[in-house]
């Protein structure tokens, strides 16, 4: 239908930026001022590291992304549309074309490997035999094919994090969101994780990672943004931490 | 529209919800079941009360006396206009005759009666008995009935007809009260039934939420959890209040002290016709509205 707007549509598509900040302000109730006029672009397929000490707002970001906060002013473009201009339903027809990996995993802990990557399809409402197709394919690529009927207390934490990958992956999103995924991990399962984030970059999803991991974002040569006290102090187009820094 | 698959998922997780929530499922239940008990109770005593108190009406009347030297059309006629009137259950005619031969069987001695030979003191007594729909209607009717032409007299008694319709008045407006402060107890526990149960799954509700879930998704479980709630609070009653019901009245109705053995109840069939879909109607209905007021309440409160 004419004029219809259809975001899942509009982000597969669209040339114009996927993530467009401009001159956001977000003041908590407290009175902290948690990011102050930050402008950015995020372009389809792109790999960004978002990288600053605690508390400089790397968080809000993440958060405004998703539109689970409201900037205090500036405007949050998704696909060229603005986030707090999308009404209930189109958030959560938003929502599913991205994918959220979090620093402490958030699995459901009574539900099996297998029954959490279903649950994330399960959501929107896939039809069952879609769940059953594409839910061993997601535990393959994230290689946790043989525990798929453990829990997640069974599981070590790198395990839980590809659990928690697969699950943000499943739906194929067109935006990968993860906030510090590596964490809780020791550096062999961080780089398990950064590989398997890679991959999926490398097959078209845009992925945004927000993480303390020095050594990761030196080693990766990505797109760098720094945060410091909730202001973008850089924004390198390849380049690392240390690199950041300066 | 939901598809089925979502509405089967619904209902497990809403089933599991319960399971999950066992000890505040069941004094839900509990209080949903006493509540509906306890309105059961007074349902079926208001409505016996209400039968009963009925029948008696039924025995209340107003006797209409025509003027002397009225002719028999016009008695008649009167008879239709009465008749005609919404407030009448019915209306008896009783000739002078008949009313001179009742006084003398049940007023006077064989001996004394026999004294009047075919005179009839009560030559001009005939009059027209006059049955009421609802007792409350009786002043207005006793008004008109003292002005349609040819009527001499209105008999009636108002101290019966205030007793009763005082009486019914005051069952009603107590019972409804009773149930209104049940009812309210009974949504607020299912309200904090429902408030558990999110608390319970605040991490799930919350990843179902970045997801992408919808809001029926999120609810409908949860509208599930109290409609079953509901649901079962109204069955259990119901199958005690029946057999409670059954014995009750057959106790009434047989045992030798009991001062209500004449007393004409509603059967138990009859009864339970309508209070079946009432109870299940307010269960379902405390279950439905408890658990959607709270999840409007609480889900706002998660990202």
Redesign the interface.
Known sequence: MAGTYDINNDLRDIETPVILFQNVNKDYQKGTHAINNISFEIRKGEFVFIVGSSGSGKSTLIKLMLKEIKPTSGKVFVAGRELSRLKRWQVCKYRRTIGVVFQDFRLLPDRTVFENVAFAQRVIESPAREIRRQTPKMLSIVGLSEKHKSYPKELSGGEQQRVALARALVNNPVMLLADEPTGNLDPKNSWEIMRLLEEVNKRGTTVVVVTHNREIVDAMQKRVITMKNGVLISDNKKGGYAHAKN | M??I??II?SVKQGTKNIKRNRMFSLASVGTITTCLFLFGIFYCILMNFQHIIKNAEQGVSVTVFFNEGITSQEIELIGEKIGQRVEVAKYDFVSAEAAWEEYKNTKLDPEHAASFGDDNPLENSAHYIVYLNDVEMQEVLVRYLQSIPGVRQVNNSEAIADVLSGVNKGLAFGTTAIIVILLGVAVFLISTTVTMGISVRR??I??????????F?IRAPFIVEGIIIGLVGAILPLGLLHVLYNKGIHYLMTSFSSPLKKADFIATGTMFKTLIPVCLLIGVGIGFLGSFITLGKQLRKI?
Do not use: R
């Open positions: 939901p598809k698959s979502t998922y991490q799930e919350s990843i179902m939420k970045l997801i992408g879930a919808t809001d998704f990202n």
